[in-house]
């Protein structure tokens, strides 16, 4: 039954509250309401014969999951524990067995490889160079990104050392801020503008495509005036490229103390741009409404391809994930490992696997889109992966917006206009799975 144009603008409104009500700020990753556990084995069968919606080549990456820190931070979504006598080791094996299991499916050469955490650096330089004595016989795009997180409180002249003599080309730094207020409240150990200056140098001489440091808004304490001083110290210091993370932590508050924050988030990230485009940087990737942004320096003279973390139907991308908690995917499923172990065991059903129908693959596909390309979705690059016209799958849907008057067309573009962070997600709900959001309301 057609709804009116009354019922459309209800549903819209409904959506904008769910978005507040929940913090729904950022698209799903995966639509699958009634996931199975599933063992290794399973999931690799599952990844051999799967129904795939895109028509672009396929295209693989590797993620590495060290899941070990000295310390936790307060604001860490990340899946970590504090480091133990002899965790390491075996932990090594456990990678090096998942890696072995998964090598005859992995296609290269690969766009990009990630060692994340936890805290990686946390490794000795023998640790490391066993790990990738294991993983030698990988191949690479020329332009792949192949990162190892670093926490400059675990960093040696030693480990950096060994990095030199991996494939690594890029490297990423967790600061998150210099204001050592805002750190003794995320219960983070405090990093000297000046040590890690010298970090920066000594990884200089490795001759690396990027040099990366992540810092965040919204921290606990922060202001725009500790915000700018950060940056400001980090621009210093002479990286390739600065990440900004908003964390919005939005659980167990109410809907006004929401719009505030949201706000005070927004005033501290439009700072950060400033800054860094008054010093001559580049913004690459994101917008006000996404999970980071990515800045260039004016000295990075080196494009890679980014490491996706979400789902990737348009580029038809395969993630392996190994590791405890890992998370791996593919176009038709996402899968994650969600119980520690250092024992490898292919018939373990301590995996959760979310499988995707060919219409779900291109709905997450257009949800991605409109997060990342500010609200616009390109008719030729939807047609360019699925062979199919935009307008033909998502008939009902445009002519719900359209009634309702949140969208415009050119050539080869649909603009979707939202006045909030709240509306935005309110279109993009349009396009999500029904069933899967029912469990919102």
């Known amino acids: 039954m057609k709804l009116s144009q009354s019922s459309i603008q209800n549903k819209f409104n409904m959506y904008a509250a769910l978005a507040s009500k929940h913090g729904l700020l950022i698209p799903p990753h995966y639509f699958d309401v009634s996931p199975t556990r599933c063992s290794l084995q399973e999931i690799k069968d599952l990844w051999r014969t799967q129904d795939v919606a895109t028509i672009k080549p396929r295209r693989d990456s590797l993620y590495i999951h060290v899941p070990y820190c000295l310390k936790r931070c307060s604001f860490c979504m990340y899946d970590s524990r504090i480091l133990r006598t002899g965790d390491i080791d075996s932990y090594i094996d456990l990678i090096i067995k998942e890696y072995n299991f998964w090598e005859d499916t992995i296609e290269s050469p690969l766009d990009s490889f990630y060692i994340g955490g936890g805290t990686p650096s946390i490794m000795a330089p023998s640790d490391i160079k066993r790990l990738f004595e294991a993983l ?14 670093l926490s400059p409180n675990t960093v040696t002249p030693e480990k950096i050392e060994e990095l030199g003599n991996t494939f690594i080309n890029r490297v990423s730094l967790g600061i998150q801020s210099l204001d050592d207020k805002v750190l003794q409240k995320a219960n ?21 495509d990027d040099i990366n440091i992540d810092l965040m808004v919204g921290l606990n304490g922060q202001t725009v005036a500790n915000v700018k001083s950060s940056i400001e110290k980090v621009i210093e210091m002479g990286p390739l490229s600065i990440t900004i993370y908003s964390y919005r932590d939005v659980h167990n508050i109410s809907e006004m103390e929401l719009d505030e924050r949201i706000l005070e988030i927004q005033d501290q990230l439009i700072c950060a741009y400033n800054v860094l485009e008054s010093a001559g940087w580049r913004h690459v990737s994101g917008n006000i409404n996404t999970e980071y942004n990515i800045f260039h320096s004016p000295d990075k003279n080196k494009e890679l391809i980014r490491h996706k973390t979400s789902i990737d139907v348009f580029n038809n991308l395969n993630l392996f994930g190994l590791g405890n908690h890992a998370i791996g995917f593919t176009p038709s ?14 018939d373990d059903c301590r995996y959760t696997v979310f499988r995707h129908s060919t219409t779900q693959q291109m709905r997450l596909a257009v949800c991605n889109m409109l997060y990342s390309n ?14 199919r016209n935009f307008t033909d799958v998502f008939a009902k849907e445009l002519e719900e917006l359209s009634s309702i008057n949140r969208l415009t067309k050119t050539s080869n573009m649909f603009n979707f206009i939202n006045n909030s962070q709240y509306e935005a997600s309110a279109i993009q709900m349009f396009f999500w799975d029904k069933k899967f959001l029912q469990q919102f309301r």
Do not use: H, P, V
């Open 188 to 208: 983070r150990i405090n990093s000297s503008a000046y040590g890690l200056k010298q970090i920066i140098c000594a990884l200089k001489d490795l001759s690396l």
């Open 333 to 346: 499923m996402a899968y994650e490992c969600d119980a520690y172990t250092n024992n490898f065991d292919i």
């Open 136 to 149: 030698k016989n990988l191949n690479f795009l020329e332009c792949s990104s192949r990162t190892f997180e």
């Open 374 to 387: 500010n609200m616009q979705i390109d008719l030729n690059l939807f047609f360019e992966c699925f062979g």
